[in-house]
């Protein structure tokens, strides 16, 4: 993969619109994307909570503590089944189980986690055998593109969780549909993502430290400025709250309330969807 030019806050506001300034970046074409995204998950796959530790300041795992209580999985009288995409290190899927078995007596409750980079699967199947489920039929591991879960039969599943993931899908609508398709009816699809700041002095200081300081922070720790400066790319470049509540709803589903809840002043954002009772998908 060749070497990315690095920008700094000014310079991508500035060029954003033009794809030859940013090299291999999120401004390219579908194949060339999925290929650097393919790179970049490989290169971080081993300090992933490192890098969401400086994406969110720290605080990623209190959001994801949060979204599992938010969702209350599992039913002491019926066992869920669960789908967690880009899930690969199983941040996610542990804490569902862990709700799932502990608060809601639902022991049967199961989960997939499905990630379209081995090596994100390969590093949550070794953190898995530190945990309860550790080789458990509660929890298995499924190589798949969001965009087309075709091992995945049409409305078999009881919520679709995606966190910090789908900001990196090549087509965000197509892999929406795909989640409206396999959950069943009155299925809930919940994704924690990275999100428009609401307070414009904190959006500023969040923006000058994510393109100031966290691409040189990737090259200290982890000798990888490149994949660094995309992640922060793709957080600038992904919909703001009210935009992607619009294309939950374009993919079918019901939101709920105002349909999305800030956290820590927007710097994340929990979204839902319900896939409606009577559908004919």
């Not at 599992?74 to 542990?94: N, R, V, Y």
């Not at 080789?135 to 078999?156: K, M, Q, W, Y």
């Not at 919940?190 to 002095?201: D, M, R, Y």
């Not at 600038?236 to 820590?264: C, H, R, Y």
Request: with cysteine; glycine share 8%; charged share 20%.
């Amino acid at each position: 993969m060749k070497e990315r030019r690095i920008l700094g806050l000014k310079q991508f506001q500035k060029q954003r619109k033009r794809p030859e300034v940013l090299g291999q970046s999120i401004d390219q074409g579908a194949g060339s994307l999925f290929i650097l995204v393919a790179g970049v998950f490989s290169n971080v796959a081993a300090s992933y909570d490192t890098m969401n530790d400086f994406m969110s300041l720290g605080i990623h795992r209190l959001w994801k503590d949060h979204f599992v209580r938010s969702i209350n999985p599992g039913s002491p009288d019926q066992a869920w089944k669960m789908l967690d995409i880009a899930g690969g290190t199983g941040d996610i899927a542990f804490r569902l189980l862990d709700h799932a078995t502990n608060i809601n007596s639902s022991p049967a409750s199961t989960i997939t986690i499905s990630d379209i980079n081995p090596a994100m699967l390969a590093e949550g199947k070794k953190r898995s055998l530190e945990t309860a489920y550790a080789n458990s039929p509660r929890l298995d591991f499924l190589v798949a593109n969001a965009e087309n879960l075709h091992t995945i039969p049409s409305n078999s599943i009881d919520l679709y969780t995606v966190a910090f993931g789908i900001r990196n899908f090549t087509d965000k609508d197509k892999a929406l549909r795909e989640a409206y398709r396999v959950l069943k009816p009155g299925g809930v699809f919940a994704c924690l993502e990275f999100s428009g700041v609401t307070n414009p002095i904190l959006d500023a200081v969040y923006k000058q430290w994510s393109f100031g300081a966290i691409p040189m922070i990737g090259q200290l720790v982890a000798g990888d400025r490149a994949s660094y400066q995309y992640l922060v790319e793709s957080i600038e470049k992904f919909p703001k709250q009210e935009e992607f509540k619009s294309m939950i709803q374009n993919a079918g589903f019901v939101v709920p309330g105002k349909g999305w809840e800030d956290l820590t002043f927007g710097i994340a954002a929990i979204h839902k969807g319900i896939k409606p009772i009577e559908t004919k998908s």
